[in-house]
């Protein structure tokens, strides 16, 4: 079993930038890929970025590449996610999830953190 948790979130004006943490513990985390999810009011859960378990890899949704960047320290245990020119509609709650591959779809992802709130002003 994955324990993750989440770090990084708060309110920042439209263009800002934020760094998210994902800090995880339990089983040997580096044998699993990782994912951000975000949650906006009203809305279901969406794809924002995985990467592999060995951070050769990753992959983004459209709404964000070329924005954010998506990382992880294995010797920490600690993914990350900068994001960079923030929007408005960026404003979600931002969730970690770890799972066996590192793919676009929720079911893929057995681990979840309780998320963080990000707010992006206009």
């Known amino acids: 079993q994955v324990q993750l948790v989440e770090f990084g979130g708060g309110l920042v004006q439209a263009g800002g930038s934020l760094r998210l943490s994902c800090a995880a513990s339990?089983?040997?985390?580096?044998?699993?890929?990782l994912g951000w999810f975000r949650q906006a009011p009203g809305k279901e859960r969406e794809f924002v970025a995985s990467?592999?378990?060995?951070?050769?890899?990753?992959i983004y949704a459209d709404s964000v590449k070329g924005r954010f960047t998506i990382s992880r320290d294995n010797s920490k245990n600690t993914m990350y996610l900068q994001m960079n020119s923030l929007k408005p509609e960026d404003t979600a709650v931002y969730y970690c999830a770890a799972g066996s591959d590192s793919g676009r779809q929720l079911a893929e992802f057995g681990a979840w953190g309780q998320g963080t709130q990000v707010t992006v002003s206009s």
């Open positions: 990467i592999s378990w060995n951070g050769l890899s990753s």
């Open positions: 339990g089983r040997t985390v580096s044998m699993y890929g």
